[in-house]
Protein backbone atom coordinates (compact mmCIF):
# COMPACT_ATOMS: atom_id res chain seq x y z
CA UNK A 1 0.00 0.00 0.00
CA UNK A 2 3.07 2.39 0.90
CA UNK A 3 4.39 1.67 -2.41
CA UNK A 4 0.97 2.63 -4.31
CA UNK A 5 1.37 5.38 -2.37
CA UNK A 6 4.92 6.87 -3.00
CA UNK A 7 4.68 5.79 -6.78
CA UNK A 8 1.54 8.18 -7.13
CA UNK A 9 3.41 11.23 -5.43
CA UNK A 10 6.47 10.78 -7.51
CA UNK A 11 3.99 10.13 -10.89
CA UNK A 12 2.10 13.52 -9.87
CA UNK A 13 5.21 15.67 -8.99
CA UNK A 14 6.86 14.68 -12.64
CA UNK A 15 3.73 15.61 -14.33
CA UNK A 16 3.80 18.94 -11.87
CA UNK A 17 7.00 19.52 -13.00
CA UNK A 18 6.39 18.90 -16.30
CA UNK A 19 3.27 21.21 -16.58
CA UNK A 20 5.02 24.34 -14.77
CA UNK A 21 6.43 25.74 -18.05
CA UNK A 22 2.44 25.26 -19.53
CA UNK A 23 1.34 27.49 -17.28
CA UNK A 24 4.06 30.58 -17.66
CA UNK A 25 4.10 29.88 -21.52
CA UNK A 26 -0.19 30.28 -21.69
CA UNK A 27 0.05 33.49 -19.39
CA UNK A 28 3.02 34.98 -21.31
CA UNK A 29 1.72 34.71 -24.90
CA UNK A 30 1.62 38.61 -26.08
CA UNK A 31 3.62 39.71 -22.89
CA UNK A 32 6.79 38.72 -22.44
CA UNK A 33 9.69 39.38 -24.20
CA UNK A 34 13.11 37.13 -24.77
CA UNK A 35 14.91 38.79 -21.90
CA UNK A 36 12.37 37.68 -19.92
CA UNK A 37 11.70 33.99 -21.18
CA UNK A 38 15.32 33.84 -20.69
CA UNK A 39 14.97 35.31 -17.05
CA UNK A 40 12.48 32.57 -16.12
CA UNK A 41 14.01 29.48 -18.05
CA UNK A 42 17.36 30.18 -18.82
CA UNK A 43 18.78 29.95 -22.32
CA UNK A 44 17.15 28.00 -24.98
CA UNK A 45 18.90 24.56 -26.74
CA UNK A 46 18.58 26.20 -30.12
CA UNK A 47 17.59 29.38 -31.27
CA UNK A 48 16.83 30.08 -34.81
CA UNK A 49 15.50 33.75 -36.78
CA UNK A 50 13.65 33.79 -39.69
CA UNK A 51 13.83 36.10 -42.85
CA UNK A 52 9.66 37.38 -41.55
CA UNK A 53 11.51 38.79 -38.41
CA UNK A 54 10.58 35.79 -36.06
CA UNK A 55 12.81 34.21 -33.43
CA UNK A 56 12.34 30.47 -32.54
CA UNK A 57 13.47 29.03 -29.59
CA UNK A 58 13.76 25.48 -28.56
CA UNK A 59 13.77 24.60 -24.57
CA UNK A 60 13.75 20.24 -23.92
CA UNK A 61 12.67 19.23 -20.51
CA UNK A 62 13.76 15.84 -19.79
CA UNK A 63 12.31 13.69 -16.34
CA UNK A 64 13.73 9.94 -17.37
CA UNK A 65 11.43 8.40 -18.85
CA UNK A 66 9.71 11.65 -20.06
CA UNK A 67 10.85 14.37 -22.51
CA UNK A 68 8.88 17.29 -24.05
CA UNK A 69 9.89 19.75 -26.14
CA UNK A 70 9.03 23.42 -26.13
CA UNK A 71 8.93 25.68 -28.98
CA UNK A 72 8.40 29.22 -28.63
CA UNK A 73 7.93 31.79 -30.97
CA UNK A 74 8.62 35.49 -31.17
CA UNK A 75 7.96 38.55 -33.30
CA UNK A 76 9.36 41.93 -33.27
CA UNK A 77 6.38 44.51 -32.75
CA UNK A 78 2.50 44.37 -31.90
CA UNK A 79 1.88 40.97 -32.41
CA UNK A 80 -2.31 41.43 -30.64
CA UNK A 81 -3.30 40.66 -34.55
CA UNK A 82 -2.34 37.15 -33.93
CA UNK A 83 -3.71 36.68 -30.26
CA UNK A 84 -6.11 37.73 -28.06
CA UNK A 85 -3.44 38.74 -24.90
CA UNK A 86 -3.44 42.77 -25.06
CA UNK A 87 0.00 44.14 -25.53
CA UNK A 88 1.83 46.65 -23.14
CA UNK A 89 2.35 49.85 -25.19
CA UNK A 90 5.97 50.03 -23.67
CA UNK A 91 6.83 46.62 -25.43
CA UNK A 92 5.31 47.04 -29.18
CA UNK A 93 8.68 47.66 -30.68
CA UNK A 94 10.03 44.98 -28.74
CA UNK A 95 10.05 41.00 -30.19
CA UNK A 96 7.12 39.23 -27.77
CA UNK A 97 6.35 35.48 -27.77
CA UNK A 98 3.46 35.08 -29.75
CA UNK A 99 2.49 31.68 -29.73
CA UNK A 100 3.92 28.09 -27.97
CA UNK A 101 4.05 24.68 -28.78
CA UNK A 102 5.16 21.55 -27.09
CA UNK A 103 5.42 17.61 -28.33
CA UNK A 104 7.12 14.99 -26.72
CA UNK A 105 10.55 13.70 -27.69
Known sequence: MATKLIAIVVVGLIIGYLA???YYFT????RETPDG?????G??????GDPT?????????VVPPLCVEY???????NPSDETAQPVLSDKATL???IKWEWEWC
Open 20 to 22: LPS
Open 27 to 30: NAVG
Open 37 to 41: VREHL
Open 43 to 48: KPLQSI
Open 53 to 61: GRSIWIYKQ
Open 71 to 77: TLTFKRG
Open 95 to 97: PVL
